[in-house]
């Protein structure tokens, strides 16, 4: 029932960040943005010194992957994601589908728009991978500190670990509102404790600062090539989660987003990571766990509950973004309706997809079940975040090349700079494929499977329907030559195509054998833009005989309420009364043919998508009591 085209809109409004103080806003983007780039020092350095490719522990190794981190943290989110490609925003949001479309919007329909749009739909799909492995890897590393504490704990920690995440998701139904606001303020303490913990490491070895001179960085990768590379793999645990501030940037702001990372973010990982160096150098056996061998003995067991609630925040942030992501989908035409439960009466981004969040539970309980424990979990991150990223790379190549007019030597350095360090950063996570990092992949490759499918497949009907249309001109002149009986009220007929008559206004006429003295063909359209102002959302039309055509436009992000959008036709003339109001849906029954030009497999996977789907009644608000359905059958 709706499409997503490519079309110009008005300026953004005013950014968020001019409607509310930026200290507030900078402290409530810590609580949501930087959940999981802030939980990575619970298991990066471990994991470099004590995973499948270990680095072996020398002073020289300690300096070498600490200027890493340094400079992976500089490059990959300061430079490339809080200085560049968040300028990169649609109508003020951010993430891939943002970033597809603006990047689509300068490239012409062809072999390119369509290699563009299928790298960010692969890029969207692997989020959901993702999304699954960093609660995970998250809770558990937060719940291992209890074996720091005493050994004896060690047979407890995943019994807790799965009651933290079956926790957390249950919760999902009741929404974010009424903890949300707490997220930022905790995650500022988590965030100064990591700066705290990390000063008082430092204090053993203060010459540990001198990693952050990229000297260190070059000769660990020089001097062991081979090691350098597969070191890579777990270095890119410290940068997980840099691409969630660009997802989440329509929420707070550039500004926000950026005085949050340089002030308190960036330097708190840092100093952290620097002390967990020195606590290594102090001695070797530390790798173990560096992060809470940092903690006193006699505060390790808050520190694992503050740790804990740390992760459940940047688990739900995660969680958050999926709905996000999902409902998204659904507005371009990637996604079959699902129900989606608005849970805050105020807040239009706090939505609950009931069968998304018990597809994550399952997937996260699987993977904590068959994983085991973090260490084992490191070993399935990261390669989908790089792959992400490299894909972030090359569309917002396109949008500095094209859409801010950058000439082709800085759009090309920018792209050669930035999916160099990309490359490398894959490139060592391909080593962990077999290891876990399949899953992923694999997650990510069904979704895109299935987002495509559907997009095709409704391209198609579509395209059928239409070529099976009556023109809407031809058949009101022949309402003047043998008129049908007119009854009182309105009837709107949801359509695709406005110029041709819908299925179910034929339906109707053929076993009813009248029409309403109103009759109002609407069609719902989805721009490219997250956003469509109210005064822009409506378009009418007057045709001949009492017939209509409304076109109602949405944003990918607005909630398409019909009968809210239908109540403000009345300030442009066309004025309905709810209780005298029908609206008709034509439900298709699809029947498979041969030559549809669809694989049969594909063709049999959206028949079933498509018989799943969720109601359209419900996906636009329509009264359940004034919804009439009207059955047909069409080929493929």
Not at 44 to 73: C, D, M, Q
Not at 127 to 152: H, K, N, Q, R, W
Not at 158 to 164: E, F, G, K, M, Q
Not at 381 to 392: E, L, Q, R, S
């Amino acid at each position: 029932m709706h499409t997503a085209d490519r079309v110009e809109q008005p300026a953004a409004a005013p950014p968020t960040e001019h409607r509310a103080g930026l200290a507030g806003l900078a402290v409530a983007a810590i609580g949501v943005v930087y959940g999981d780039i802030g939980t990575s020092p619970l298991y990066t350095l471990k994991e470099v010194f004590n995973g499948h490719h270990a680095v072996p522990v020398t002073p020289a190794n300690v300096y070498g992957v600490l200027s890493l981190v340094f400079w992976a943290l500089m490059l990959v989110v300061s430079a490339k994601y809080v200085v560049f490609i968040t300028r990169a925003d649609n109508r003020g949001e951010g993430g891939i589908m943002a970033l597809i479309s603006l990047a689509l919007r300068v490239v012409p329909d062809g072999r390119k728009a369509w290699v563009l749009s299928s790298m960010g739909v692969f890029g969207a799909a692997l989020f959901y991978g993702d999304g699954m492995i960093t609660p995970a890897i998250s809770v558990l590393s937060a719940v291992e500190g209890l074996e720091v504490a005493t050994p004896a704990f060690a047979p407890y920690v995943l019994p807790i670990a799965l009651i933290v995440l079956v926790g957390l998701f249950m919760m999902q139904r009741h929404g974010t509102s009424r903890v949300g606001a707490i997220f930022g303020p905790v995650m500022v303490c988590w965030f100064l404790v990591l700066a705290a913990l990390g000063i008082s490491g430092i204090r053993l070895h203060p010459e540990i600062l001198g990693a952050l001179n990229p000297v260190w960085a070059i000769g660990f990768l020089a001097d062991n090539p081979l090691l350098g590379w597969l070191g890579l793999g777990a270095v890119v645990l410290a940068i997980t989660g840099g691409e969630a501030l660009y997802a989440d940037m329509g929420h707070f702001g550039r500004k926000p987003i950026k005085l949050a990372w340089f002030t308190v973010v960036f330097p708190a990982l840092y100093l952290n990571y620097l002390g967990q160096g020195a606590l290594i150098l102090d001695h070797p056996d530390n790798v173990r766990n560096p992060f809470y061998l940092l903690v006193p003995d006699e505060l390790v067991y808050p520190m694992v509950g503050m740790a804990t609630l740390a992760t459940i925040i940047a688990s739900q942030a995660v969680i958050s973004g999926a709905y996000s992501l999902t409902r998204q989908a659904m507005q371009l035409g990637y996604a079959p309706r699902m129900r989606t439960i608005f849970t805050s009466a105020r807040e239009m981004g706090q939505i609950y997809v009931p069968s998304i969040n018990w597809m994550l539970l399952g997937a996260v309980v699987a993977l904590v079940v068959g994983f085991r424990s973090s260490s084992a979990l490191a070993s399935a991150y990261g390669i989908a975040v790089t792959m992400t990223m490299m894909i972030d790379t090359v569309l917002a190549f396109v949008v500095v090349r094209a859409l801010w007019g950058w000439g082709r030597l800085k759009a090309g350095l920018f792209l050669a700079v930035f999916l160099a360090v990309d490359i490398a950063f894959f490139s060592a996570t391909t080593v962990k494929i077999l290891a876990g990092g399949w899953f992923p992949l694999l997650i990510g490759a069904v979704i895109f499977t299935f987002l495509t499918t559907w997009k095709r497949g409704r391209s198609m009907l579509n395209s059928r329907i239409r070529t099976d249309t009556i023109p809407i001109d031809l058949f009101i002149q022949s309402m003047f030559t043998s008129p049908p009986p007119r009854v009182a009220g309105t009837a709107v007929f949801l359509t695709t195509w406005l110029d041709g008559v819908p299925r179910a206004l034929l339906h109707n006429l053929l076993h009813n054998k009248v029409l309403h003295e109103r009759v109002v063909l609407l069609k719902v359209h989805t721009a490219d833009v997250s956003h469509v102002p109210e005064k822009d959302r409506i378009e009418i039309e007057e045709i001949d005989y009492g017939f209509y055509r409304v076109r109602l436009t949405f944003g990918f992000m607005d909630d398409p309420d019909i009968p809210a959008e239908l109540a403000r036709c009345a300030e442009k003339g066309l004025r309905f009364e709810t209780m005298e109001t029908s609206f008709f849906l034509g439900r298709e029954t699809i029947v498979r043919r041969m030559g549809s030009g669809m694989a049969l497999w594909r063709e049999r996977l959206f028949i079933v998508m498509f018989r799943n789907a969720g109601s359209a009644a419900d996906y636009f608000h329509l009264p359940p009591n004034r919804v009439v359905e009207l059955g047909t059958q069409v080929e493929l």
